[in-house]
């Protein structure tokens, strides 16, 4: 079963950036099925990226994300060769995680 | 001031008979006549989304007994309708004046 | 006097004949001729934007605007069709119940060879899209065909595409009246005004690529066909040709024809024959 996570994370000296795309119906709540009923919200909740025991990214998501969210974003202290480590959990309790070597 | 009161006369009737209210017969003219025109659009292959939409509009009015409503806007679709034949037959040389030679 | 006959006579025959030429040359310019055609639609277009690369117009609205490029190529490296291109291979792969496979239906195995379609069948006398031909083959395997518009025809020709990245478009049009007759239905249906809004395909993709309408830039004709299919923004998901087709016609007010109808394949046609020499981009991403 392949990981809902792509992730690519690059380290330029002390600077690495990071780049994932996650895949999530991020359901509103607010979109009628073609049955003309709620399709009910079904969305990422918190969003955590870790690097060597420490957490570098955490997002609180709501409704307001789209589907298959892209995030990128770049933190400080880690280097070519470190762990990444990503994390998802949403409001029906499902969850994902994945790790990536810093390249 | 005697050619006038004839003139007057016609033009009170005319107003007259405009001010009264549509009923059903008067819809169910309008309809037929507003189908007719998107049958012939759609065999045309140019039908517009909004005379199908206007012509519901008409129905829903009519199946509501508000025949005033129902009739104005199988009219309207009607309008709608021959702009669209009108399109289809114009267009089959219009298209030409666009076309990079 | 026989003179006098003999110079009314050359001047009959010299009337003749330069009448004979004329209207030789009238009866020439009414005859449908796919390469003029193509030559003229890309040479509208390179002259309309010299500083346009001719390979950069398959990237549609990008190629109109720097700003919208960079913030593409930049989403390039994670792209949001990746989700459907996977998929798509999966599909590709996974056999019919009858135990064939997609492999079977075409030629090289289905692999690199998304820029020969559309094609005219001269057996059927039609012009065959891409997504035509993988439904035929999946009713040929016994397998209900997928809807024109919706996800696994996206992520199937999406994977196909992808296996034909920078192939330049090869579509052929034979010699056959009926060949040269879909494609000037095409060339009709693109340049014809429908709908209550009365827009043609070039009003826009002609007459205003790189200008706006409402919030989105137009792209420009040329090309066009070559990124299909597209995840949209807009859609939040992949979309075949035929979903394109359809949701443009409902945008002017106008009803859409089923897809895969006539007038849309012989669309696909012309579109993707005047593109003839610029590489396949699918699949591709646009707002």
Known sequence: MASSIRVRANATGDITEVQALIQHPMDTGLVKDSKGELIPAHFIQELKFECNGKDVFVANWGTAVSKDPYVKFSFKGAKKGDELKISWTDNKG???????KIA | MKRTLPLAMLL??????????????????????????????????????TTVSTLATAKKAADGGDFDRATAAAKEAEALAKASIFQATSEKEAWKAMEIR | MKARFSLQLGSVSAALVAFALTSAHVVAADKVDPVADAKAFQNFFFQKFPDVKHEDFVNGPYSMNEDMKRQWQEKEEFPPYEFALDAGKEMFATPFKNGKTY??????????????????????????????????????NGEAPYSYVKDEMASLTAYMAFTSRGKPMDIKIPDDPRALAAFENGKRYFYTRRGQMNFSCAGCHVQSPGERIRAETLAPALGILNAMPIYRSEWSGMGTTSRRFVTCNSQTRAVPLEPQSDEYRDVEYFLSYVANGLPISGPGARP
Do not use: M
């Not at chain 2, 009737?13 to 001010?19: I, T, V, Y």
């Open chain 1, 94 to 100: 499902a969850s994902d995680t994945t790790t990536a």
């Open chain 2, 12 to 49: 009170a009737l005319g107003l007259a008979s405009a001010a009264r209210a549509a009923n059903e017969a008067d819809y169910k003219a309008a309809f037929a006549a507003a189908e007719a025109a998107a049958k012939e659009a759609a065999s045309l292959r140019h039908q517009w989304t």
């Open chain 3, 103 to 140: 492999a079977d239906c075409f030629p090289n195995g289905g692999i690199g060879i998304r820029q020969n379609y559309p094609y005219f069948d001269e057996r059927e006398g039609k012009v065959v899209t891409l997504e035509l031909a993988l439904n035929r083959c999946r009713e040929a």
